[in-house]
């Protein structure tokens, strides 16, 4: 149980172009959930956090205009990559909190800024 | 949340026990120690967690002192597919957020 599906898993987009990566809680609902970013050989760095309902919190140093995240249902929330550049390229991984299990994560999806 | 101090690498022969330590020196007394792990691009997977007694679930054992200002993740078996870095987090049950150091790369090998 508890399984977050997140897509895609990899995506490869042109610099100045807007990519959208979905987080799906499939058997719990999530009234909060987190993205994070990776760059390689780095740790997790949390980006956002991303409430259902309202407006998500950002981390400082997070750009909310670039970064749109929407938390529109229980069991969906989408990071939105605006005006994509090289330096955005990077692992984006979302989490959910569940009662008594803790977090769970998705696989991550790998953007690529050409 | 309290700091976490895990060594950068550890190598571990197929078969044998890992046993990766954590130390938390500055835990306090309502934090909890968590074990994530993260394979090679993928996301974190949730390993075990604890406050003070020693857990046990059926993918590792979590030790912890009794001061706790340490701990030890112990893999009894490690295989090939347990090469990842292992992340030690301490905070607070029901706190929203998970703050990730750098962890440990274990590498198993035949």
């Known amino acids: 149980g508890a399984v977050v599906s997140q897509h895609p898993s990899r995506v490869i987009c042109k610099s100045g172009t807007s990519v959208k990566i979905e987080c799906r809680s499939l058997?719990?609902?999530?009234?909060?959930m987190f993205w994070y970013r990776q760059f390689p050989k780095q740790s997790l760095m949390l980006m956002a956090t991303?409430?259902?309902?309202?407006?998500?919190?950002?981390e400082q140093g997070v750009e909310k205009d670039k970064f749109l995240i929407n938390h529109a249902s229980l069991t969906l929330s989408t990071l939105t990559v605006t005006s994509a550049h090289p330096e955005d390229s990077s692992f984006y991984i979302c989490?959910?909190?569940?009662?008594?299990?803790?977090?769970?994560f998705g696989s991550g999806t790998r953007l690529t800024v050409v | 949340d309290a700091k976490t101090t895990q060594p950068t690498s550890m190598d571990c022969a197929e078969g044998r026990a890992a046993n990766l330590p954590c130390n938390h020196s500055?835990?306090?007394?309502?934090?909890?120690v968590y074990w994530y792990r993260q394979i090679h691009s993928q996301g974190p997977q949730y390993i075990i967690h604890?406050?003070?007694n020693n857990e046990t679930n059926e993918m590792a054992s979590l030790i912890i002192t009794e001061d706790r200002k340490s701990s030890t993740l112990i893999l009894p078996h490690a295989t090939l597919r347990d090469t990842a870095v292992y992340y030690c987090?301490?905070?607070?049950?029901?706190?929203?957020?998970?703050?990730f150091g750098k962890g440990t790369m274990l590498l198993v090998s035949p």
């Open positions: 987090i301490v905070r607070v049950e029901g706190y929203s957020t998970l703050t």
């Open positions: 058997d719990f609902q999530a009234t909060t």
């Open positions: 989490s959910a909190s569940v009662t008594n299990y803790g977090y769970t």
């Open positions: 604890g406050l003070k």
């Open positions: 991303s409430n259902e309902g309202s407006k998500a919190t950002y």
């Open positions: 500055t835990i306090s007394g309502n934090e909890y």
